[in-house]
């Protein structure tokens, strides 16, 4: 898809925030962790990049992590540490991503 689905619970309301003008890939990311900042944090698998996406106002943004992985299917899955961090679970990637949302 090209775009996160934001649900709210207190309202019941479901929103569509477009992200296609910032990756265009398939098969982008697999799972999501909350961050301790409140962001939530996409693990990549198709993509070039983590996703972040900040639900106090909508807004998604990409960070580059092609100098660091280039490998096609990365990672599948999200977890927030007790240390802030988000740890990615390796599905193509040799080892666990480790994301410091900060």
Known sequence: ADAVGVFDPNTNSFAVVDIKDDISSNKKFSGAAAASN???????????GVGVFDPSDN??????????ISTGYKFAGAAAAN??????A?????GVGVFDPS
């Open 90 to 94: 390796p599905t193509g990637s040799t």
């Open 83 to 88: 240390n802030g961090k988000i740890i990615f």
């Open 38 to 48: 409140g962001k939530i944090i996409f693990a990549p698998t198709g993509s070039t």
């Open 59 to 68: 807004s998604f943004a990409l960070v580059d992590i092609s100098a660091t």
